[in-house]
């Protein structure tokens, strides 16, 4: 489904990513973990062009991303965010609804209908006319995965969406997050939540220094862990 070939980004004279070469497939439940500032996030975002890759090619569904037709790529790789980012000055129901109504993907009644449905499906359905501002931060980012779900995405990308949460709310979008993956969503997610990547991924990818260092199924990753810098994160972190 997403195929990257010789990527690479840099800012100025940093270089962020070296030659990343990966394939995901349909159904595949790919995290991807690595200490901070080892581009994770950056690659998550070449994958849809919200970053704008130095060389290299990446193609969704067969087609290269580039910026042609970019808006119709978004809409079915979705993007969830770290920090949520809802439009304060709508409504819950009107933040799922914006997008697919403006591309011209459904009518306004049917977006309404769909938001309601999803909103229904994670016990939120009583919020769809409140602002973002009178609900907690589980519920914000609840939310925003519905609203990229609004789109009838193939793929989901995640970028660190339990940071930003409070300890205690962070096992509610887990729990939807572990419901999407069961219902065969592609998703490839950054995260620190390792019980979640052992849990739930099908793969668990390293990086470190810009590069795939360990692209593994949980149990070899976690049990036997043949990279020096791998063994050393792990021992951080578990």
């Known amino acids: 489904m997403i195929e990257v070939k010789h990527l690479k980004k840099q800012f100025g004279g940093l270089t962020v990513l070296r030659d990343v070469n990966l394939t995901v497939n349909k159904g595949d439940v790919v995290v991807l973990v690595g200490p901070s500032g080892c ?15 130095t060389s290299g090619e990446v193609l ?3 087609q290269p991303v580039n910026d042609k037709d970019i808006d119709k790529v978004r809409a079915k790789m979705g993007m969830v965010f770290q920090h949520f980012n809802l439009f304060p000055h709508l409504t ?9 109504v403006k591309l011209g993907l459904m009518k306004q009644e049917e977006a309404d209908a769909r938001a309601l449905e999803l909103l229904g499906r994670i016990g939120l359905a009583d919020k769809a006319d409140t602002y973002p501002n009178m609900l907690s931060g589980g519920q ?3 939310i925003a995965i519905v609203r990229a779900l609004a789109m009838n995405p193939e793929a989901l990308l995640f970028d660190e969406p339990t940071s930003a949460l409070d300890p ?3 096992g509610e979008v887990l729990e939807l997050m572990k419901e999407l993956a069961q219902s065969g969503m592609t998703m490839v997610c950054v995260t620190h939540e390792m019980g979640f990547a052992r849990e739930v991924a099908n793969r668990i990818i390293f990086i470190d220094e810009g590069e795939v260092k360990v692209d593994k199924p949980p149990k070899e990753f976690f049990e036997n862990p043949e990279n ?10 578990l």
């Open 60 to 62: 969704f569904m067969g």
């Open 39 to 53: 581009g994770k996030s950056t690659f998550l975002r070449c994958l849809n062009r919200l970053e704008e890759p």
């Open 140 to 142: 914000k980012q609840r």
């Open 228 to 237: 020096e810098r791998l063994r050393s994160f792990l021992s951080k972190v």
């Open 168 to 170: 205690e709310m962070v």
């Open 92 to 100: 819950v129901k009107k933040n799922i609804t914006l997008a697919p």
